[in-house]
Nanobody, 121 residues
Framework: QVQLVESGGGLVQPGGSLRLSCAASGSIFRIDDMGWYRQAPGKQRELVASITSGGNTNFVDSLKGRFTISRENAKKMVYLQMNSLKPEDTAVYYC???????????????WGQGTQVTVSS
């Protein structure tokens, strides 16, 4: 099994910044794409950003320029730097990874438990 643990969420004022971290552990042969999703109350979970093992990134257009995603492959970590936060960014943020547990295993999708981000004055 692969475990993903997020950290770094919390309460921040509008215009502030937060950095989310996600650590992958467990039976990991290879991690392919990693990413962040978010789910606001009453809304569907949506992609925020993703990054390939080679560093290619994909962002929701509305978040480009405010959010940055990065990863450290050797540490099995992915990060989300969030700047100029707005109240509408309030959501539970989930780490996501597509990984293989062995050389002959197919890629599976894994999720973290989520970390709450609240943007409010």
């Amino acid at each position: 099994q692969v475990q993903l643990v997020e950290s770094g969420g919390g309460l921040v004022q509008p215009g502030g910044s937060l950095r989310l971290s996600c650590a992958a552990s467990g039976s990991i042969f290879r991690i392919d794409d990693m990413g962040w999703y978010r789910q606001a109350p009453g809304k569907q979970r949506e992609l925020v950003a993703s990054i390939t093992s080679g560093g290619n990134t994909n962002f929701v257009d509305s978040l480009k320029g405010r959010f940055t995603i990065s990863r450290e492959n050797a540490k099995k970590m992915v990060y989300l730097q969030m700047n100029s936060l707005k109240p509408e960014d309030t959501a539970v943020y989930y780490c996501n990874a597509k990984a293989e547990e062995g050389p002959f295993e197919r890629s599976r999708e894994y999720w973290g438990q989520g970390t709450q981000v609240t943007v409010s004055s």
